[in-house]
Structure formats: C-alpha cells, structure tokens
C-alpha cells in the first residue's frame, strides 16, 4: 500500500492528556518506520510546545480523533502551522483485542499515512461562533419546554386541570391565574374570572378545572419554575437578538431557505450555521444529504442489504429537517406535502418524513450552489407525472363503492377548441 505521508503522528485525546505517537521512515532499514509515543498535557501551554515538537519533526500530517470536545483545543492550536485533520471515531475504529491509548495513536498515525482517513467538517470561526449561539437556543428552547411539563406535572398534583383547559399554561390568562393562586387565592371562580380575551368563554370549564387541593408547598414550587422560566426566556431574547447580529452577512441565505415550505427563520439559522452556507465543501446534494443523516444506510454483505437505517448526522441539522419536513407535510397543495402523502401510506409516517427531509436537503444544496429560489413543482406534480396511472388508481378506489350499491364510470374530456 503506497505511504502518502512519511511523516505521520496519531493523536488519542483525552480531559488530562494526549498520547502523541509519530511515525516516521527507519534510517536503519528501507521501507520500515518506527513509531515513537510521548504523552501530553491539555494545556494550552502543553499543546503549543507539542507543535514546537511536531514542526521540529517536520510531520506532514497530523490526525486527531473527535473525542467529545476535547480535541477543539488541541485542532485550533495546532492548525496554526501544521496539517491537521478531524477524524470520526466510527471510521477509525481499531480491531478488536488489546486497546490502549498508545495503540490507538500508533493506528491513527498508521491510517493516516496511508490516506485511509477521511477529513471532517470543520467550518470557519465565525460559523464555529454561529453553531455556538444556535445550539445554546436550541438547549435553552429545550430546557424551557421541561420546565412547562414539570410544572403540568405539579398542577396534576394538586388536582387542578389547568392544562386541560388551556392549550398554553405560559400564557398571558394562565400566568395571571397562576399567580393569584401563589398569592393565596383559592376560590375556583375568581381564579376563572382572571381569563383574558377568547379564554373568557372558557371560565365555566375553567371553574371546574381550577377546584384542587394547591397548597404552600405547590406556591413554592410554582414560584421556582416559573421563576426559572422567565429566566430562560431572557437569555433567549438574549440569544436571538445576537443570532440576528451575527447572521447579517446571511441575509441572502436565510431569504433563499425561508422560500421553501416548512423553514421558518429560526429553522433557517440552524441550517445556515451547522452547513456554512458554503456548499463547496459538499461535492454534490448526495454528499450533503449523507452528512446530515437524511439518506438510506447501505450494509450489504453476500449480497443481501442487512440494513437500510439512516446512518448518524449531525443531530442539529437533522434535528431542524424533521420540524421542517413536519411542517412542509402539512402545507397545502404543495410537492412536499404530495411527496409526503405518496409515501406514507405503503412506508409510515416517520420513512415519510425521512423522505421529504431528503428533499430540503437536497433543494437546499442545489439552491445555495446556484443561488437560485426554490420553485414548488406543486401539489399535482404526482398525478400529472403519470395521469394514466394515477387514473387506473382512482377507478380501482372507487369501484369499492360497488358494495354499497354504486356504479361509477368513466368519460374523457372532449379537448376544447
């Protein structure tokens, strides 16, 4: 197998450490390499002497492995004058048997000189401090909705439906009854009569659903979540008013990913930051859509596919491609919305689903390349595909309806003139 890069070193990273082995040729014997291990410490102080070492070693190559978030500070450090790679843990995956961090260093160094590592998607650092913001929204937005069902939880303790009543027990209404009862008040009438606008003609609901047994230690509680809440909702104020600051240079973007339905503008800031928008690090919409975890697996073995489940890609984007596949199913009359409908009945809602996120994916490649707006094929575009097809579908449907007692037939249009 030819050697790409005679000077290679393997990183294995840990919290404290690294175990640094760097293989270089034998002087001794033509065509041999020795592997020589040193262990160093995570400290910036540490890392920068080992990129003294490595460039006095004239190493061509470095391969670090994604170990946590460990390895961000060894990559940055290092980058500054040395090739570096990224590589997944999944493709670098020793045999089996005697493992250790040297062992594991030696294999790097020993895939990486023969090329046999692929490099991971590491963007700038401006899009690097964009996925900051965004996945810390996404936490909080999270964190936020767990604070909502602990306090549901709570209120059924006590006996009192609010959420029964109320689609929202953040609202403007629920807030206000929420916060008489920490206050002391208990009589179910008055708490109904602090209902505002379209949840007024709501208050006889609302009177029985507000009859339970809240107590000091209920008050207590509810005071901490809601505390907590509005915590929350200020850091992310917070955080959307920095997303928005920082997203300026994405403007175009953003207006191309909201032309298509069931992106959103906060959809489309997680998409721009976790993609870049630079589609030239991506050889076409299949790489792209293979990285965000949106496309069949392929384990086939004597020739038999074993599993076709979609491989694991980055949780963010995908996690953004499924709200947007959601909301795409239920937008009327468009290909999304037909595409989703085809499959659904004869694959299941979530392959459904999988599908349309492979189509965002791939129309978002296709119109981040071209700078092209998405255009909707529409919501026909099956049925005008193949009319006969589509038509043979509807007779064979409605010829059930022979055993309720009815005919149907059929009548071509005569073409106008």
């Known amino acids: 197998m030819d050697v790409l890069h005679e000077r290679c070193a393997g990183m294995d990273i840990s919290k404290r450490d690294a175990k640094v082995c760097i293989r270089v040729p034998n002087p001794r014997r033509k065509g041999s390499f020795t592997n020589t291990t040193t262990t160093w410490g995570a400290t910036t102080g540490a890392i920068l002497d080992l990129r003294e070492h490595l460039l006095a070693a004239e190493v061509t190559l470095v391969v670090i492995e994604a170990t946590s978030d460990y390895w961000k500070c060894f990559y940055h450090l290092l980058s500054e004058g040395l090739n570096v790679i990224l590589v997944n843990a999944r ?127 209920h008050a207590f509680l509810v005071r901490l979540h809601l505390d907590h809440y509005d915590q929350l909702t200020t850091a992310l104020d917070q955080l959307t008013a920095r997303i928005d600051e920082a997203m300026s240079p994405f403007r175009p973007v953003l207006e191309l990913l909201g032309s298509i339905p069931g992106i959103n503008r906060h959809l489309s800031e997680v998409i721009t930051a976790e993609t870049g928008a630079d589609m030239t690090r991506f050889p076409s919409a299949k790489h792209l859509a293979s990285w965000a975890g949106v496309c069949p697996g392929h384990h086939e073995s004597a020739g038999r596919a074993k599993s076709t489940q979609v491989r694991p890609g ?6 953004a491609l499924g709200l947007a596949a959601f909301g795409a199913s239920r937008t009327k009359d468009t290909f999304l919305q037909a595409h989703y409908r085809r499959l659904t009945g004869r694959r299941g809602h979530m392959r459904a689903l999988v599908a349309v996120e492979h189509s965002i994916i791939v129309a978002i490649w296709h119109m981040l390349t071209t700078g092209t707006p998405y255009h909707d094929l529409g919501g026909q575009y099956f049925a005008q595909l193949n009319p006969e097809r589509t038509a043979q579908r509807a007779i064979n449907q409605l010829n059930q309806l022979n055993q309720l007692g009815y005919s149907v037939t059929l009548n071509p249009i005569e073409p106008t003139a």
């Open 314 to 319: 980055n949780p963010y984007l995908k996690g």
């Open 91 to 217: 493709q670098a995956r020793n045999l089996p048997g005697r493992k250790t961090d040297v062992s594991d260093a030696a294999w790097l160094a020993q895939l990486g000189a023969h090329g046999l590592l692929r490099a991971s998607f590491v963007p700038d650092e401006p899009i690097r401090e964009l996925r900051d913001l965004t996945r810390t929204r996404t936490h909080l937005t999270r964190q936020r909705g767990q604070i909502v069902q602990r306090l549901e939880k709570l209120l059924e303790d006590t006996g009192i439906k609010l959420s029964s009543a109320a689609s929202d027990i953040t609202g403007v209404s629920s807030r206000a009854m929420l916060e008489a009862l920490i206050a002391g008040e208990r009589d179910p009438q008055t708490l109904a009569d602090l209902a505002k606008r379209k949840m007024r003609h709501k208050i006889p609901e609302l009177t029985q659903a507000l009859n339970g047994r809240f107590r000091e230690h």
